[in-house]
């Protein structure tokens, strides 16, 4: 099947492909660009396995690292170079940073809440 036309939304909105010669719509969704912000400067900053200090570290960036944010949840409140906040970035599967030590841009959500 070939697209006679594609209307693009917006990042993660749908977009609508019709085929030629027909006015039935196939409705696919648009692919969301992953955007990646730089850790605190000079920060060794541990990734933990929930959103917060009580969870286990799973592992340590190293200093100079930029990081995905997925989704962002509340969890416990952390003071970092970036102010004090109780956001945390969701990395990878199963991986949390505090957004206190990600400069965002922001002092709240950058991203959709996680589920």
């Known amino acids: 099947m070939s697209v006679d036309r594609i209307e ?4 993660a909105e749908r977009a609508e492909e ?3 010669g027909s006015e039935e719509a196939v409705t696919t969704t648009a692919a969301t660009a992953v955007r990646y912000y730089p850790v605190a400067p000079g920060v060794r900053l541990n990734v933990r396995s929930g959103p917060g200090t009580q969870y286990n570290v799973v592992r340590i960036l190293a200093e100079g690292a930029r990081v995905p944010i997925y989704c962002q949840t509340p969890g416990t409140t952390v003071t970092g170079p970036y102010g004090t906040s109780n956001i945390w970035d969701n990395v990878s599967n199963g991986e949390y940073v505090a957004d206190a030590y990600v400069y965002t841009g922001h002092d709240g959500y950058v ?3 996680c589920l």
């Open 8 to 11: 693009a939304t917006g990042p």
């Open 111 to 113: 991203a959709s809440r």
């Open 18 to 20: 019709v085929a030629p």
